[in-house]
């Protein structure tokens, strides 16, 4: 289970922009989240990818609590983090300028402390699944389109086979083909995996063809 449990966030203490929110994901199911702009859906995103502290309630992963009190300072602890893949709506605003498309894909991989020959050899099964070439693969992100680099981010989320996934805005700035192409990846994915899905967005149509289930923001949080 994925439990957000009373969850209020923000970025300053005397003002959070996400009060006593609370949402459940059973293993391998799919939630759609959605709500207005500005609501507070991506900082909710960003404290169940574990990104971002709550100021109180908890993230509750597979039985283990997360949440102030639980010795989460800042950030949870790596082993946690690296349970949840996230891929975030702008890909130039997740995307180390210097990497190439291959080396971005490896960076968790990296980061977690797989040599660079293995962490290639890695990448190259979810590079393959989203679609990216080699010769794509050799570039850098200001010499592709947002497209590629969204594609190159979602497989960077999923490189270390996480057990849960957070799409916030994934597709928002992309063509029809394009996020109906990375929909897909994220479905393969999750058949042969058994992950969950926290999908955050405003088009209901799209998270209503793509989830088990949607629900609104005004269901999950306080006003
Ligand atoms: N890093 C930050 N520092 C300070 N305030 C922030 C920060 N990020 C977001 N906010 C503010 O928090 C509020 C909620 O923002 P958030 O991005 O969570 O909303 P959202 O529902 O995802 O919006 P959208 O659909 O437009 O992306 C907004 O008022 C925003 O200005």
Sequence with gaps: ??????????????????????LTIAPGEAVGLLGPSGCGKSTLAKVAALLHR?????????????????????RAPRARRTAVGVVFQQPRLSADPRLS????????????????SDADARAEEPAAAVGLTAELLGRRPHEVSDGQLQRACLARALVLR????????????????????????????RREH????????????????????????????ED
């Design 1 to 22: 289970m994925f439990e957000l449990c009373d969850i209020t966030a923000g970025y300053d203490r005397r003002r959070p922009v996400v009060r006593g929110a609370s």
């Design 54 to 74: 709550p100021d109180s309630g908890r993230v509750v992963m597979d039985g283990a609590p997360m949440g102030p009190g639980d010795g989460w300072r800042h």
């Design 101 to 116: 498309l291959r080396e971005l894909i490896a960076e968790p991989l990296r980061a977690t402390g797989h040599r660079r």
């Design 162 to 189: 996480p057990r849960w996934l957070v799409c916030d805005e994934m597709t928002a700035m992309l063509d029809a083909s394009t996020t109906a192409a990375l929909v897909a990846v994220v479905e393969d994915y």
């Design 194 to 221: 058994g992950a969950g899905l926290l999908a955050v967005g405003h088009d209901h149509v799209l998270l209503n063809r793509w989830c088990d289930r949607t629900v609104n923001w005004s269901e999950v949080a």
